[in-house]
């Protein structure tokens, strides 16, 4: 029995590494207004829009890159259209 868990476990595992952990876009260049609005520490070079309407930039880990969503200096999300 514990070797079955053991294995449906490891299979999820195995699965979630197939998911992509980026989401779909094209970097852009940000303007002058968005670049005045984002902390410090974060790749805007790496930015793009989403479907969402918020700004991602890619985050190199020590053991992944991510997209994570570009945050102001208030640690909120700078988005085109206000969310819901």
Known sequence: ???MRYAAV???????????????????????GVLALVAPGQDVNSA?????????????GPVESTYLPLLTRENRMICTRPQA
């Open 48 to 60: 793009r829009i989403e479907a969402d309407g918020c700004y991602w930039y890619l985050h190199r």
């Open 10 to 32: 490891m299979a999820m595992l195995g699965l979630a590494a197939c998911v992509p952990a980026t989401p779909e876009g094209e970097a852009i260049e940000l303007p002058e």
């Open 1 to 3: 029995m514990k070797a």
